[in-house]
């Protein structure tokens, strides 16, 4: 038993190391399920074969002595080649089990933070376990939990030793063990590291600096006379390469010049754009009102009607804003009840949502949901969104704010300011001492030893698991509660209207589209209460943080983990993105990028960290013709064009009295249309938020953070508004820090300009600068007058 804030808390799975028990209570997988065909398969399964990711060769050793020592299978001595039928059962079968590890691990931090909850375990988690032992300085639990790892024989990593002495030292702190049983726990510990080959002196800078555990460590090194040089040379200088190219370059002699500079004028500029990102990331959504009619306002535009006056935008806007208060009270109740049967429920040995709803505070999670509703509102891509969609974006967003509150408690954000302002003081200078924003990152970071182990410390992300597990919760919660008035839009406009009782209709509901021939469950608000919304032009389009450029300097790549933004992160931050190409990939790829030698991609992370370091800005003339484009044209040749007109579905009982001929001409005509409405649509949606981003920006000096695929393909991390979009995207942006092209530059410009023409697909660049020069005088008329 261990005791968290007075609350007992349950072990009794804490040494399932079998995976076929741990997938029992959470998958319903157990091995009496699977046939013995696949038992003998995954026995002879060579571990070494070289088409196993690293994680897959891992999980195929622990796996067959898992199934050997349950049913007593002997080892095969001729070994199985992996075919492709078999290759993709083995992914699915380890694609289930590193989700339950990723969920089981989010799960067990998310019952130590809270004090509660019952702790199935898994040995990736006796790092985080650990840890918590030291943080109450509690040796017994300690000692008990690596005689665990031990009889288990599980590998102990440098982070579980160095909280083994932090232990110590807090126990010898407040007095729960002599000085003479502190030495010797203490030189004990550290032989064992040094017999495991970890000499923990490398590893200190890197471990988690909470509740002064650097200072607790250091207690219990005083008391012995180990010490051992740290080697910083993968911290402060790359590494040495053997590629040819990169020894080349390493060669060149630095000059101190740095290219990206004074993109800020002054050093006020600068902190006052970091304290705006700092802002923006701790809210996690930014609201940037539309500058061209959204696909929900097109939807319910009337065109026989005048347009609505301000006055009465106004009205409409404040009782929607009334009645969301209805909606809080309404869901603040009925998530306490949640709480209520899910604490009565959590301990029946599987995993319960009970403490992930329990990190906020209750009126967090109901502002989540409404705000849900308002983005099923105002964000197209969830107007006919299936319900998995929904559920999924609910629990990221219950995870960004668990985020946020535990880098509070951690207290990183306090700290995180000083040292990242004088390195991006630092990186704005017009000469940088360093070659590399990586090394100047490590020197400001070396000037603040202590706080540079908390930057390490990312608390753990939640996977794809236990983000369905909370956002279906706080779904059902809004399906089942959520109601708005009817009589309430009408009784708005009206002066002095009696008060007439609520009329109630559910505001979500599930309804059926076809797709291909096939019925699809989609999720739709009730259409009252989308014109109300439409209405009142409430609410802007919310974008998540992450979405957006930066207003300051990304925080450079150090290492395979999380980098670009300050505090926020999804897929698009990893290193490398995931991979949809092959089931289980995603989790193989991040596994294979973990256990590298961050020091072997040092080239690789100054690269990344040299295209995110690039200041852009908005061509604000350019914006305001495309807007004006936008607003007024409907030619369907031009790259922004409103939506089709929605087709006619077809009736497919009076087709049959057509003939066969006729009858396939009608439906394929259909089709066709049908397709060009949604093409149409979706290509409105990101013309909408592309312009309305940009416009947001117009006077912003910003950043675009990047990361890579597997392909080593590089790409800014938000995903509407990059020089890496449509024709529109990169042309309304221009680089902050421009500089001329050179004598020939002119020419260069002019044969893009003729390639962008595709007249002159096989002449040289000679012809097509000529080309260029003879239509000169069209081409000045088309800059100066683009709409004549």
Same mark, same amino acid.
């Given at each position: 038993?261990?005791?968290?804030?007075?609350?007992?808390?349950?072990?009794?799975?804490?040494?399932?190391?079998?995976?076929?028990?741990?997938?029992?209570?959470? @998958?319903?997988?157990?091995?009496?399920?699977?046939?013995?065909?696949?038992?003998?398969?995954?026995?002879?399964?060579?571990?070494?074969?070289?088409?196993?990711?690293?994680?897959?060769?891992?999980?195929?050793?622990?796996?067959?002595?898992?199934?050997?020592?349950?049913?007593?299978?002997?080892?095969?001595?001729?070994?199985?080649?992996?075919?492709?039928? @078999?290759?993709?059962?083995?992914?699915?079968?380890?694609?289930?089990?590193?989700?339950?590890?990723?969920?089981?691990?989010?799960?067990?931090?998310?019952?130590?933070?809270?004090?509660?909850?019952?702790?199935?375990?898994?040995?990736?988690?006796?790092?985080?376990?650990? %840890?918590?032992?030291?943080?109450?300085?509690?040796?017994?639990?300690?000692?008990?939990?690596? %005689?665990?790892?031990?009889?288990?024989?599980?590998?102990?990593?440098?982070?579980?030793?160095?909280?083994?002495?932090?232990?110590?030292?807090?126990?010898?702190?407040?007095?729960?063990?002599?000085?003479?049983?502190?030495?010797?726990?203490?030189?004990?510990?550290?032989?064992?590291?040094?017999?495991?080959?970890?000499?923990?002196? @490398?590893?200190?800078?890197?471990?988690?600096?909470?509740?002064?555990?650097?200072?607790?460590?250091? %207690?219990?090194?005083?008391?012995?006379?180990?010490?051992?040089?740290?080697?910083?040379?993968?911290?402060?200088?790359?590494?040495?390469?053997? +590629?040819?190219?990169?020894?080349?370059?390493?060669?060149?002699?630095?000059?101190?010049?740095?290219?990206?500079?004074?993109?800020?004028?002054?050093?006020?500029?600068?902190?006052?754009?970091?304290?705006?990102?700092?802002?923006?990331?701790?809210?996690?959504?930014?609201?940037?009102?539309?500058?061209?009619?959204?696909?929900?306002?097109? @939807?319910?535009?009337?065109?026989?009607?005048?347009?609505?006056?301000? +006055?009465?935008?106004?009205?409409? +806007?404040?009782?929607?804003?009334?009645?969301?208060?209805?909606?809080?009270?309404?869901?603040?109740?009925?998530?306490?009840?949640?709480?209520?049967?899910?604490?009565?429920?959590?301990?029946?040995? +599987?995993?319960?949502?009970?403490?992930?709803? %329990?990190?906020?505070k209750p009126e967090q999670y109901v502002e989540i949901m409404v705000t849900m509703v308002d983005t099923i509102m105002a964000d197209s891509s969830y107007q006919f969104a299936s319900l998995n969609a929904v559920i999924r974006e609910l629990g990221a967003r219950c995870e960004h704010d668990c985020r946020i509150w535990e880098l509070k408690q951690q207290g990183l954000i306090d700290v995180y300011e000083s040292f990242y302002i004088r390195y991006a003081q630092q990186a704005d200078s017009a000469s940088i001492a360093q070659d590399s924003f990586r090394k100047l990152w490590f020197q400001a970071c070396n000037e603040h030893s202590n706080e540079i182990a908390i930057i390490k410390e990312r608390c753990r992300p939640w996977n794809q698991g236990l983000r369905f597990r909370v956002g279906r919760q706080l779904f059902q919660l809004m399906y089942d509660h959520l109601k708005f008035d009817e009589n309430a839009r009408r009784q708005s406009l009206l002066k002095n209207a009696p008060v007439e009782p609520r009329k109630e209709a559910p505001i979500l509901y599930e309804t059926e589209r076809k797709i291909d021939n096939t019925c699809v469950q989609e999720l739709k608000v009730h259409p009252k209460l989308a014109h109300w919304y439409s209405a009142a032009d409430y609410p802007p389009l919310r974008f998540a943080s992450v979405e957006l450029p930066m207003l300051c300097p990304p925080v450079p790549r150090i290492d395979t983990g999380q980098a670009g933004y300050l505090f926020s992160s999804n897929y698009a931050t990893d290193l490398i993105r995931q991979s949809t190409s092959e089931r289980g990939s995603g989790q193989a790829i991040r596994d294979s990028v973990e256990s590298i030698d961050s020091a072997s991609f040092g080239e690789m992370y100054d690269a990344l960290n040299c295209l995110s370091a690039c200041p852009w800005q908005v061509n604000k003339e350019i914006l305001s013709r495309v807007i004006e484009l936008a607003q007024t044209s409907s030619d369907k040749n031009l790259s922004v064009i409103r939506p089709t007109e929605k087709p006619v579905s077809v009736n497919y009982k009076e087709t049959r009295q057509l003939e066969e001929t006729e009858r396939k001409k009608v439906i394929r005509e259909y089709f066709e249309k049908q397709k060009e409405y949604d093409e149409s649509r979706s290509l409105w949606a990101s013309s909408v938020y592309l312009l309305s981003i940009a416009s947001k920006y117009k006077d912003e000096t910003f950043y675009f953070p990047h990361s890579m695929d597997f392909r080593g393909r590089v790409y800014p991390c938000p995903p509407h508004f990059s020089y890496m979009g449509s024709d529109i995207s990169r042309g309304i942006l221009k680089f902050a820090k421009g500089v001329p092209l050179g004598e020939k530059g002119f020419d260069w410009l002019l044969i893009h300009l003729t390639n962008l023409s595709g007249l002159k697909k096989r002449a040289s660049n000679t012809e097509r600068l000529q080309f260029a020069n003879s239509l000169m005088h069209e081409i000045e008329d088309s800059a100066e007058n683009p709409f004549t």
């Amino acid at each position: 038993m261990l005791k968290l804030k007075g609350k007992c808390i349950l072990l009794n799975q804490l040494r399932y190391t079998n995976i076929p028990k741990a997938l029992g209570p959470i @998958d319903n997988v157990k091995f009496q399920e699977i046939e013995q065909d696949l038992l003998q398969k995954i026995v002879k399964y060579d571990a070494n074969d070289h088409r196993l990711y690293e994680v897959q060769r891992r999980l195929v050793k622990q796996v067959q002595a898992s199934i050997r020592t349950l049913y007593g299978l002997q080892p095969s001595v001729d070994k199985a080649t992996i075919s492709p039928e @078999d290759r993709a059962l083995l992914n699915e079968f380890f694609l289930k089990v590193s989700r339950f590890n990723e969920t089981l691990f989010s799960y067990i931090s998310s019952n130590l933070k809270i004090g509660e909850g019952v702790l199935p375990c898994f040995p990736s988690i006796y790092e985080s376990l650990s %840890k918590f032992h030291a943080s109450l300085g509690n040796f017994s639990d300690y000692s008990n939990l690596m %005689k665990w790892m031990s009889q288990d024989s599980v590998l102990k990593s440098p982070d579980i030793f160095i909280a083994g002495l932090e232990t110590i030292g807090r126990s010898f702190t407040r007095q729960r063990m002599s000085r003479k049983q502190a030495e010797d726990l203490t030189n004990s510990l550290i032989n064992d590291s040094f017999i495991d080959g970890i000499n923990i002196f @490398d590893h200190l800078y890197s471990y988690a600096n909470q509740q002064d555990s650097i200072e607790k460590v250091r %207690k219990s090194l005083d008391l012995t006379n180990y010490f051992v040089p740290v080697d910083r040379g993968l911290v402060t200088e790359l590494a040495e390469s053997s +590629r040819p190219i990169f020894s080349t370059l390493l060669s060149e002699p630095f000059h101190g010049v740095n290219p990206f500079s004074n993109a800020f004028n002054s050093s006020q500029n600068l902190i006052t754009a970091f304290k705006r990102q700092k802002a923006i990331e701790l809210q996690g959504t930014v609201l940037i009102q539309p500058v061209v009619p959204s696909l929900s306002a097109l @939807d319910y535009w009337e065109p026989n009607k005048t347009n609505i006056s301000k +006055r009465r935008k106004d009205q409409l +806007r404040a009782s929607l804003l009334e009645e969301q208060k209805v909606w809080k009270k309404v869901l603040l109740h009925a998530f306490l009840d949640l709480l209520d049967r899910l604490k009565k429920t959590q301990r029946m040995r +599987r995993m319960s949502p009970y403490s992930l709803l %329990k990190i906020l505070k209750p009126e967090q999670y109901v502002e989540i949901m409404v705000t849900m509703v308002d983005t099923i509102m105002a964000d197209s891509s969830y107007q006919f969104a299936s319900l998995n969609a929904v559920i999924r974006e609910l629990g990221a967003r219950c995870e960004h704010d668990c985020r946020i509150w535990e880098l509070k408690q951690q207290g990183l954000i306090d700290v995180y300011e000083s040292f990242y302002i004088r390195y991006a003081q630092q990186a704005d200078s017009a000469s940088i001492a360093q070659d590399s924003f990586r090394k100047l990152w490590f020197q400001a970071c070396n000037e603040h030893s202590n706080e540079i182990a908390i930057i390490k410390e990312r608390c753990r992300p939640w996977n794809q698991g236990l983000r369905f597990r909370v956002g279906r919760q706080l779904f059902q919660l809004m399906y089942d509660h959520l109601k708005f008035d009817e009589n309430a839009r009408r009784q708005s406009l009206l002066k002095n209207a009696p008060v007439e009782p609520r009329k109630e209709a559910p505001i979500l509901y599930e309804t059926e589209r076809k797709i291909d021939n096939t019925c699809v469950q989609e999720l739709k608000v009730h259409p009252k209460l989308a014109h109300w919304y439409s209405a009142a032009d409430y609410p802007p389009l919310r974008f998540a943080s992450v979405e957006l450029p930066m207003l300051c300097p990304p925080v450079p790549r150090i290492d395979t983990g999380q980098a670009g933004y300050l505090f926020s992160s999804n897929y698009a931050t990893d290193l490398i993105r995931q991979s949809t190409s092959e089931r289980g990939s995603g989790q193989a790829i991040r596994d294979s990028v973990e256990s590298i030698d961050s020091a072997s991609f040092g080239e690789m992370y100054d690269a990344l960290n040299c295209l995110s370091a690039c200041p852009w800005q908005v061509n604000k003339e350019i914006l305001s013709r495309v807007i004006e484009l936008a607003q007024t044209s409907s030619d369907k040749n031009l790259s922004v064009i409103r939506p089709t007109e929605k087709p006619v579905s077809v009736n497919y009982k009076e087709t049959r009295q057509l003939e066969e001929t006729e009858r396939k001409k009608v439906i394929r005509e259909y089709f066709e249309k049908q397709k060009e409405y949604d093409e149409s649509r979706s290509l409105w949606a990101s013309s909408v938020y592309l312009l309305s981003i940009a416009s947001k920006y117009k006077d912003e000096t910003f950043y675009f953070p990047h990361s890579m695929d597997f392909r080593g393909r590089v790409y800014p991390c938000p995903p509407h508004f990059s020089y890496m979009g449509s024709d529109i995207s990169r042309g309304i942006l221009k680089f902050a820090k421009g500089v001329p092209l050179g004598e020939k530059g002119f020419d260069w410009l002019l044969i893009h300009l003729t390639n962008l023409s595709g007249l002159k697909k096989r002449a040289s660049n000679t012809e097509r600068l000529q080309f260029a020069n003879s239509l000169m005088h069209e081409i000045e008329d088309s800059a100066e007058n683009p709409f004549t």
